[in-house]
């Protein structure tokens, strides 16, 4: 999914008619954006190894079917692969901040892997912070393209062309970051059981399934506003944006937003995350009808 939102802005957002005939270009050429895709997968994916390693007994409870360290590979194994992972996500990174001669962007490769750990390690047994960091995470996907694309190619006199594009970008990642931090609050609800026995303090935990229930419901109607707000405030008169956005944005989180006040069942809360992913990558999508902006 990051491989393919990330190839979304590079060859859908950054060919759009706006910003080639305004002779706007970006600065990766197909290998340094390659090689940024992968270090963007790899560090994901060293992730979500170190989270599974830690994640061993909520997982035994929540997913026992999905159990992978201990049962199919050694936590020594699954270690190594953490580390293999990070090492060549950090590699590829760097060279792609090499070929756009930036090469302070490495730190962000750095960062990240540093803050997936904190994350699997310690944050993500408490409250909203650890939901919040990842949600931050996966909005950072989108914006890393726009980072390495357009910061090498901006001079006084294009500076605020490439703002103007780079804008776009943001609010893509903002919605990005509000239906998964909706998500992360669906997927502690349904983790609620395994994530108690492992004596970690997420919100459903701190506050009892129907008030984090109220609190998913809320955030998902704020996410719902804001997409409302920035629809009509930008899109109302393209037909075809509209329509996209109501049928099949606006639509399906307000169908969240109505299950959440009555989902009680984990088979309930994961029909509704994976709903809620669909829903990111089909507003990504809608990147593809900005030409009839």
Known sequence: MIAFIQCIIKYVFFELPQFKNANLTTALDTFAFTSLVLATICIAAAGYIINDIYDVVTDSVNKP???IVGKYISEN???NLFMGFTIVGIILG???????????????????SALLYWYATALKQTILIGNILVSFLVSLSIL???VFEISP???LDSRDAYLFMFKFLVDYAV???????VRELVKDLEDIDGDYKAGYNTLPIAIGRDRANKVAFAMCVLTIMAIIYYVVTYLFENQYLLLYFIFLIIGPLSYCAIKLLSA?????????????KVTMVLGICSIMLLKFV
């Open 264 to 276: 009680k069942t984990k088979t309930q809360y994961s029909q509704l995350s994976t709903l809620l």
């Open 153 to 155: 190619m901006i001079t």
């Open 175 to 181: 919605f990005a970051f509000l239906i998964n931090l």
């Open 65 to 67: 079917e999905k159990v």
């Open 144 to 146: 890393i393209v726009g």
């Open 94 to 112: 760097v060279y792609a901040t090499w070929d756009i001669d930036k090469n302070s962007y490495a730190t962000i490769f750095l960062i990240v």
């Open 77 to 79: 194994m699954a270690n």
